[in-house]
């Protein structure tokens, strides 16, 4: 069974930094790509970043650039999200996920299991 494990979210002011982890168990994070998803309230889950099993390839949605890095320490089966100049629209549920692939896939769909999500929230 695998199971992810999402921390580091909170409270924080806008301009702000958080660093969420994503620990994984039950599957070797090595081989699959993973990925951060987000969901707002009153709002379909959105994809943020993903990042290729060897760490080489990243996609990043269009509001974070800039703003938000994805690392992964393969050894730890551990995936990382810098969050940088956060912003009160960056306030959502963030969520791990892993895939059954080494690709990097964009869409939910692309994912077989997620973790239980921490919560984001930026103040103006």
């Known amino acids: 069974q695998v199971q992810l494990v999402e921390s580091g979210g909170g409270l924080v002011q806008a301009g702000g930094s958080l660093r969420l982890s994503c620990v994984a168990s039950?599957?070797?994070?090595?081989?699959?790509?993973m990925g951060w998803f987000r969901q707002a309230p009153g709002k379909e889950r959105e994809f943020v970043v993903a990042i290729s099993w060897s760490g080489r390839v990243t996609y990043f949605a269009d509001s974070v650039k800039g703003r938000f890095t994805i690392s992964r320490d393969n050894a730890k089966n551990t995936v990382y999200l810098q969050m940088n100049s956060l912003k009160p629209e960056d306030t959502a549920v963030y969520y791990c996920?892993?895939?059954?692939?080494?690709?990097?896939?964009?869409?939910?769909?692309?994912?077989?299991?997620w973790g239980q999500g921490t919560q984001v929230t930026v103040s103006s």
């Open positions: 996920a892993i895939a059954p692939t080494g690709e990097v896939p964009k869409s939910p769909l692309g994912y077989d299991y």
């Open positions: 039950g599957r070797t994070v090595s081989s699959y790509a």
